[in-house]
């Protein structure tokens, strides 16, 4: 493949305007619907928010485009494949769960595109109010051919794991790559070319966009920066497609198919805070202790979908990035510990600290609320002779964890279908013994 250019404006959030170069003056000028658009193109308002929503949350964006998106035949329902939001496909299970590397099809048995190539790990709540999260795994060979996807029930956080992504867009065309993230908000078509065996996680929010966590006494900067999110330029493509192009839809949780005549990245021009974004983790600016104990996991929250309660979250997406390690006289390992909330995790590269082996990328674990878990054994031993001095932390290492609030359902291809559960989670833990000494105070010498 020849290189691919993409361009992107960099801001969070911000009010923004775009024209494809082959245009200029495509933006209506002073208003936002003319009688005659420039270039007799079409005004379509995409709304991402009630209309009513205070001014700080209220999102919405300006499509000029060469045909409104409601030229489509009616959607008809289509095999769901492995997307599900059927929560009691299986009964609960409170045990520590961990899966083997996700298996990617291979190309000469089956083409598989990102949609087709979806699978429902996990997930919690109501499409129908808006409130919950799924957890999808997304396994794919093939680039996805006159053929978009759009959500009605939320918006995506993709975290693509192995093989880069290019995502046309109606706002534009975004590279993403493993290390970055992107988020396509609820609405937004796009259409996914891949290159090779390619696999990632995505994490679903209904209902809510994602936001910048609040920075309290950090103060202005840090964690992920403003100006590190970026958004693609408009671009547009004028291309009939005559055997039909399939928008696919996924509404209530169900996946519906409608055909047109005509791409739909036809947006020559955009205006607005609607849009979707990428982030390369590697901008993340990690806030530790240097001092002595941990600070709270909270510490490395890339982006946070809040609940109406306070500091409460739909799901928040936390990264544990390469980083030093100082504290003093402390166990630096993650401590053991009992959650409220649920934790899905995944490593996208290298090696996750609290466990050497058997967490592997593209893999994953899920620990539920109030489920024990930590460092298992060996890491325990190690850590606790450790000598204590400056090191480095994670390097050539990215996992993440998607936590969330809700009690979480595994799916039936979760537990079973996937083949990858990892029966044997509960044994990295089982040669943890005490070391208790009741009548001496003195540290005990791990040997
Ligand atoms: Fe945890």
Known sequence: HAEILTFYISGFGNECASEDPRCPGSLPEGQNNPQVCPYNLYAEQLSGSAFTCPRSTNKRSWLYRIL???????????????????????GPDPNQLRWKPFEIPKPSQKKVDFVSGLHTLCGAGDIRSNNGLAVHIFLCNTSMENRCFYNSDGDFLIVPQKGKLL?????????????????????????????????GYILEVYG????????????????????????????????????????????????????????????VAWHG???????????????????????????????????????????????FPPRWGVADKTFRPPYYHRNCMSEFMGLIRGHYEAK??????????????????????????KASKAKLAPERIADGTMAFMFESSLNLAV??????????????????????????????RKPAEFN
């Open 68 to 90: 409104p998106s409601v030229s489509h035949k009616p959607f008809e329902s289509i095999d769901q494949g492995h997307v599900t939001h059927n929560w009691d496909e299986v």
């Open 167 to 199: 995502i046309y867009t109606e706002f534009g065309k975004m590279l993403v790559q493993p290390n970055e993230i992107c988020v396509i908000q609820r609405g937004m078509r796009f259409s996914i070319d891949v290159f090779e065996e390619t696999r």
């Open 208 to 267: 809510v966009h994602f936001e910048l966590p609040d920075l309290g006494p950090i103060g202005a900067n840090g964690l992920a920066n403003p100006r590190d999110f970026l958004i693609p330029v408009a671009w547009y493509e004028d291309r009939q497609v005559p055997g039909g192009y399939t928008v696919i839809n996924k509404y209530q949780g169900k996946l519906f198919a409608a055909k047109q005549l005509v791409s739909p990245f036809n947006v």
């Open 273 to 319: 805070n609607y849009t979707p974004y990428k982030y390369n983790l590697e901008n993340f600016m990690v806030i530790n202790s240097v001092a002595f104990d941990h600070a709270d996991p909270s510490i490395f929250t890339v982006l946070t979908a809040k609940s109406v309660r306070p500091g409460v979250a739909i799901a928040d997406f936390v990264i």
């Open 356 to 381: 050497q082996g058997g967490f592997l990328p593209g893999g994953g674990s899920l620990h539920s609320a109030m489920t024990p878990h930590g460092p298992d054994a060996d890491c325990f031993e």
């Open 411 to 440: 799916t039936k291809w979760g537990l079973k279908t996937s083949n990858c559960l990892d029966e044997n989670y509960y044994k990295c833990w089982e040669p943890l013994k005490s070391h208790f000494t009741p009548n001496s």
